[in-house]
């Protein structure tokens, strides 16, 4: 169920403001995709603190001004969605710096410079992804597989 600014889940109660509105609209398009709101909460509230963390305050300013998400916003979905939602996290070298990439995917989620921030970055996306988090070395061979997939 999409969610906007006075109806969202208990645990993006304590985001300051302009986080939460963002992890909301993250959310919804995740939800969009096809994610299940277990899976859609955290990474949407994962992603909207990185967000914030990283955006310049003009930035956060037009996204305070911006309007608020709406549970009938509509997203554009990605057909890839529902084979990259188990897909497998990677942490590779590439042209000179650490990525972060589902297994599948086309394009990067994180470009690093550092491979211990490349690792604990995928750590948290392959959590919430409920995935494996595969760890390659420098010359391209798998340095350790880590398992976060539950039985559920």
């Known amino acids: ?77 990605n057909p890839n969605t529902k084979k990259l939602i188990n897909a497998n996290v990677l942490v590779k070298y590439q042209e000179d710096q650490w990525i972060v990439i589902s297994e599948g995917a086309k394009q990067a989620s994180e470009r690093l410079a550092k491979k211990s921030e490349a690792i604990e970055r995928g750590k948290r996306i392959a959590e919430n992804k409920q995935s494996k988090l595969k760890v390659y070395k420098r010359d391209g061979t798998l340095q350790e597989t880590l398992d976060y997939t539950t039985d559920k």
């Open 1 to 77: 169920m999409p969610w906007n600014m006075n109806d969202y889940p208990a645990s993006m109660k304590n985001l300051e403001k302009v986080t939460r509105k963002k992890a909301i609209d993250i959310g919804n398009a995740l939800l969009a995709d096809g994610y299940p709101e277990d899976r859609a909460i955290p990474i949407a509230i994962s992603q909207a603190e990185k967000w914030h963390e990283d955006a310049p305050d003009k930035e956060i300013q037009q996204e305070k001004q911006a309007k608020n998400p709406q549970k009938e916003d509509k997203h554009e979905t």
